[in-house]
């Protein structure tokens, strides 16, 4: 036993960078916004859990960057009478683990981002939904627009990249309608 806490944990994901274990809480009622959240536990002092965000959204598929020096994660927001979040489309958002600051990512996009991957050079391909179709963008840090690629209409979903960023795959559909 590492350490025990005292939340439901939704995902748990490991960074060797900083020596920490960072994981989601799952709440037990959607109505509580603070059951959602991201935290961390320090493997060189168990005794120290951080918390990471404090929100009214849920957080999840957190993913680690390739320089193990940032967590991205997606977000729901919880519609609320704090007033804080009041936005029910998909976020894109990066957690500095050396700052602990929080950035949105694709900040002007107007649409809800679906999924994403990384590539090597540090840009993300972010899949995003505009209207009824989803499609292609790449996000370059520290630009706020996202670079829309020219594809097919419909719906491009389930984004990877190989190891040596040589090929993509994805799923396109354009008969199916988004999530």
Do not use: C
């Not at 603070?34 to 929100?55: A, C, M, P, Q, V």
């Amino acid at each position: 036993i590492i350490r025990n806490v005292s939340t439901l944990i939704g995902q748990l994901l490991y960074t060797s960078f900083e020596e920490k274990l960072i994981f989601t809480s799952v709440g037990t009622l959607m109505e509580n916004s603070d059951g959602f959240e991201i935290y961390s536990i320090d493997l060189r002092n168990t005794s120290t859990l951080s918390k990471l965000t404090n929100n009214e959204a849920i957080e999840f598929e957190l993913q680690l960057s390739i320089d193990s020096q940032h967590v991205l994660f997606r977000t729901l927001s919880l519609n609320s009478n704090k007033g804080k979040w009041n936005n029910t489309q998909f976020r894109l958002h990066s957690l500095n683990l050396i700052n602990g600051q929080i950035t949105r990512l694709g900040e002007n996009f107007r649409g809800s981002i679906n999924g994403h991957a990384f590539k090597h050079d540090s840009s993300i391909y972010i899949l995003g939904q505009l209207g009824t179709e989803v499609q292609i963008y790449t996000h370059h840090l520290p630009i706020k627009d996202l670079i829309r690629h020219n594809g097919w209409n419909g719906t491009y979903e389930s984004i990877v990249l190989s190891h040596d960023n040589e090929s993509i795959a994805f799923v396109y559909s354009s008969f199916e309608k988004p999530p």
